[in-house]
T-cell receptor, first 114, second 114 residues
Framework: AQSVTQLDSQVPVFEEAPVELRCNYS??????LFWYVQYPNQGLQLLLK??????LVKSINGFEAEFNKSQTSFHLRKPSVHISDTAEYFC????????????FGGGTRLMVKP | KAGVTQTPRYLIKTRGQQVTLSCSPI?????VSWYQQTPGQGLQFLFE???????NKGNFPGRFSGRQFSNSRSEMNVSTLELGDSALYLC?????????????FGPGTRLTVT
């Protein structure tokens, strides 16, 4: 069975500073990788995904993540955060042949301070 | 295109009662997945329905059940409610099951069991 570990439960950072949210996964088969963001009292929104091809994937709002197969990691980075990035971020994996079943990490609360 | 809708948004029930939650997927989507989100256990997969058939099931007791109708709308039912069932229940829809298609999440139903 697959598992996902987000190493930091909370990450405080000042506005305009860079940030990295770490995600490691374990799976015996090939997986798709995702980052979702959840704002208070809302559902999950897909931030970015790795399906195949280039290991560096980018979102429209400045986030990027790199798939590292040897280290089984999919860390999320942003070079300069904004107050509006304050939210909870979830890393998730989905096995190729497991339908739409997502396995989530425990989440990382990003707190951007002015 | 309207997003995923979940009803009701908030619900308060008493231990021992049963509850039914509803999810209407995005028009044209045939897959609906359900997740439970709690502070202690995080986001956990409950089940996925595709074309009225259960495709996958998570590790939850038989008190948790679901179904999908011919119009792809889905319901989940929890019988004999326990305090630990208090959670945010999220559903997600996708055009198909598996593959490289994105899942879209609804805002969730917050269930409180007293």
């Amino acid at each position: 069975a697959q598992s996902v570990t987000q190493l930091d439960s909370q990450v405080p950072v000042f506005e305009e500073a860079p940030v990295e949210l770490r995600c490691n996964y374990s799976s015996s088969v090939s997986v798709y990788l995702f980052w979702y963001v959840q704002y208070p009292n809302q559902g999950l929104q897909l931030l970015l995904k790795y399906l195949s091809g280039s290991t560096l994937v980018k979102s429209i709002n400045g986030f990027e993540a790199e798939f590292n197969k040897s280290q089984t990691s999919f860390h999320l980075r942003k070079p300069s955060v904004h107050i509006s990035d304050t939210a909870e971020y979830f890393c998730a994996v989905r096995e190729y042949n497991a339908g739409n079943m997502l396995t989530f990490g425990g989440g990382t609360r990003l707190m951007v301070k002015p | 295109k309207a997003g995923v809708t979940q009803t009701p948004r908030y619900l308060i029930k008493t231990r021992g009662q049963q509850v039914t939650l509803s999810c209407s997927p995005i028009s044209g989507h045939r897959s609906v997945s359900w997740y439970q989100q709690t502070p202690g256990q995080g986001l956990q997969f409950l089940f996925e329905y595709f074309s009225e058939t259960q495709r996958n099931k998570g590790n939850f007791p038989g008190r948790f059940s679901g179904r999908q109708f011919s119009n792809s709308r889905s319901e989940m039912n929890v019988s004999t409610l326990e305090l630990g069932d208090s959670a945010l229940y999220l559903c997600a829809s996708s055009s198909t099951s598996g593959g490289e298609y994105e899942q879209y999440f609804g805002p969730g139903t917050r269930l409180t069991v007293t």
